[in-house]
């Protein structure tokens, strides 16, 4: 008989039952697997708390800077106006220009 003649009528549908010695083998290889899921799971959490604080102290520094920022771009433009409306009204027309797209000119040639 080869392997390929076996059908599924060929194997046992129930499992032998399980000795003592292997039954206690089982029981210790299930506890340790919980022990190593807890351990994991410790593990991770304690990660992700690290890696909670670590954003949430980022975020705060870039905030901070970014006020910042934004105080010193409110003293320069209440101090040179004109200045700032230049520079805005170049960002603006550079944003259009870039924006529009391709021309749609269409050339003729000579009929």
Do not use: W
Request: proline share 5%; hydrophobic share 40%; glycine share 8%.
């Amino acid at each position: 008989m080869t392997p390929q003649d076996l059908t599924l009528t060929d194997f046992p549908t129930s499992a032998p039952p399980v000795n003592g010695a292997a039954e206690a083998k089982l029981r210790s290889a299930a506890s340790s697997a919980q022990d190593a899921y807890g351990d994991l799971k410790s593990a991770a959490t304690e990660t992700l708390g690290d890696t909670r604080e670590k954003v949430q102290d980022a975020l705060g520094r870039t905030r901070e800077q970014l006020e910042r920022r934004y105080d010193e771009l409110e003293a320069y433009v209440q101090l040179r106006p004109a200045v700032a409306v230049g520079i805005a009204a170049t960002v603006g027309v550079l944003v259009g220009l870039l924006l529009r797209g391709p021309s749609k000119t269409i050339y003729l040639r000579g009929a």
